[in-house]
């Protein structure tokens, strides 16, 4: 095996190999359909000249994600792991990798090497991948006639700077780490450019967000879901993620989102939305 740089004139063959597991790793589709400059494949002989020849994909800034389907069920233990291993040691020698993300048990193999390498993890979260194969059930309850749900644009950046702060704090900061508005509005930003991002105002003041934050080749993953503490049970998550899904749905694609593993009435409100569970995915910061 080798790892080589993925160039242009095969990023057909990376859209074939990975959209069987897209659910798994949007962020990475989304990358390869963007054409990254940052992509990579380990191929298992000397040349690539096909799906077939590819090992796994991967792309590497600062955040390290991949698709190894060699470590999906049962073939976990067919995986020359030890050849594997020396390959990305050599290959991570220099890189300043500051989070590491994918799916579960692969990440756990990256994660051993990075280690031995002295990259101590400052924060892990595990997840459940979470995928709507049908058009999602629709809220228990309506919205009263003080609620709205608006599209999100740069015009609404400076009220939701609050509620992107609370939900970069609880899901993505690591101990002791602070979230200052200026982080908050530089990635408020990024959502705006690239993604779809709802709010549902109540008497005027935005209470809950959610967005997209991946867009792949046949699904879009659902993120960013937070709402006030104090807004909390009426369904505002729900209506959001709802006039999420439509829009997904009308474009012909499916949706897939990801849940902490221990939170277990998220799941569970997934789950009444028409979810279902779809493997384990971790996020590695360092």
């Not at 008497?203 to 967000?209: F, I, Q, R, S, T």
């Not at 937070?226 to 006039?243: D, G, I």
Request: hydrophobic share 35%; with cysteine.
């Amino acid at each position: 095996m080798k790892i080589i740089r993925l160039e242009k004139q095969h990023l057909n063959y990376a859209r074939d190999f990975i959209e069987p597991f897209e659910y798994r790793c949007c962020l990475l589709a989304q990358n390869i359909r963007q054409s990254s400059e940052n992509l990579y494949v380990v191929i298992k002989g000397q040349a690539l000249n096909g799906k077939e020849d590819f090992a796994g994909i991967f792309n590497i800034d600062k955040n390290f994600l991949h698709c190894f389907p060699l470590f999906f069920e049962k073939q976990f233990e067919k995986v020359d792991k030890e050849d594997l291993k020396q390959l990305f040691i050599s290959f991570f020698e220099g890189k300043n990798i500051k989070c590491l993300t994918g799916e579960h048990r692969t990440n756990e193999f990256f994660l051993q090497i990075l280690e031995q390498m002295n990259y101590k993890p400052q924060k892990i979260n595990i997840y459940k991948s979470m995928i709507l194969d049908d058009e999602m059930n629709p809220p228990p309850e309506e919205l009263s006639l003080d609620d709205e749900i608006r599209r999100c644009t740069t015009d609404n950046l400076e009220e939701l700077i609050p509620l992107q702060k609370d939900y970069l704090l609880k899901e993505v900061a690591i101990p002791g780490q602070q979230i200052s508005s200026l982080e908050a509005s530089v990635s408020l930003k990024q959502i705006f450019k690239n993604q779809l991002c709802f709010a549902l105002y109540s008497d005027d003041e935005p209470v809950a967000k959610a967005n997209t934050n991946a867009i792949g080749f046949n699904y879009i993953q659902i993120g960013g879901v937070y709402t006030h503490p104090l807004y909390r049970r009426n369904y505002y998550a729900w209506h959001l993620m709802y006039k999420i899904a439509k829009r997904i749905i009308l474009s012909r694609k499916k949706v897939t989102l990801f849940v902490k593993i221990q939170n277990e009435s998220a799941k569970s409100l997934y789950k009444r939305q028409g979810f279902i569970e779809a493997g384990d995915f971790s996020i590695s910061y360092f």
